[in-house]
């Protein structure tokens, strides 16, 4: 199978396809911290990593582990060392390690009793934290100890299964524009799962009892929520969720960070539907554009405007 993947070219972004040798359909291609390194997954349950230089992608290794579709992969923060995480239709979590150019697992995790849909490494300055979404209903969230032993705590998220799930940058909004000396920098942990009840949760880490806590629940979409994405930040006011669903819409969600407990508003990211379902959303690594992957194949980019909308800055088809 090929994959497509982004390449400078002339102060552009220019698409190169590439042959990964899966047996069988992609479903998700990562790059690293440093974009020099791409991890691909797919149904032939194996994990491929390449070396990236400029347009060229060579094979360093493929990763076996799993007995069934792997649906997605997440590098960790090279502070951690070389480290990449993968989840699977077979229930379990792998995470690998690669030392001196020799990968190995480091752990299997099988906590679930179902399908794993999507992971996500926590902010580095939380440490070394996953966070795994399932089937069975349940998050799963494992921290890595001093000792190199993981602690795991369970969230039950959404009763039906969930879908996807991901961070809260650790900078706390508005921490930008904060008076000096006010030690705001890292804010508590959380997270925002979607599931197939149709719903949005938010999630926060509470100290006093050790446990994950539901903050908020968005409703908005009118199918399952197939993925969900907490925009990076960069200490701005107003805090980001871009939310995707089988009902073929994408929200954006917004929170001001400089009121205490305002609540989360929604708007559609554009007026009309998408002519197929939306898979999977995206922000660029500075949160201000936004990449929607949609069922016909097509890639869209959208950036906000002056006036709080969004515009369709790009387009790329995988069929080109």
Known sequence: MATTAAAPGNGATSLNAFDTHHEDIIHDAQLDYYGRRLATCSSDATIKVFEVDNENHRLMDTLRGHQGPVWQVSWAHPKFGTVLASCSYDAKVLIWR???????????????????????????????????????????????????????????????????????????????????????????????????????????????????????????????????????SVGLPSSYIASCSQDKTVCIWTQDGTTPNAQWTRKPLKAEPFIDVVWRVSWSSSGNILAVSCGDNKVSMWKENLEGHFDQIGEANEGL
């Open 98 to 232: 690669e030392y001196n150019g020799v990968w190995s697992k480091v752990i299997e995790h099988h906590v679930h009793n179902s399908s794993v849909n999507s992971l996500s490494w926590g902010p580095h300055e939380y440490g070394l934290t996953l966070a795994c979404a399932s089937s069975d209903g349940k998050i799963s969230v494992l921290t890595c100890k001093d000792d190199a032993s993981w602690d795991v705590q369970s969230i039950n998220a959404h009763a039906i299964g969930v879908n996807a799930v991901s961070w809260a940058p650790s900078t706390v909004s508005g921490s930008l524009i904060t008076i000096a000396g006010n030690n705001a920098g890292v804010g508590a942990k959380r997270l925002v799962s979607g599931g197939c009840d149709n719903l949005i949760k938010i999630w926060k880490w509470a100290e006093d009892t050790a446990a994950w806590k539901e903050e908020a629940t968005l409703s908005g979409h009118t199918d399952w929520v197939r993925d969900v994405c907490w925009a990076p």
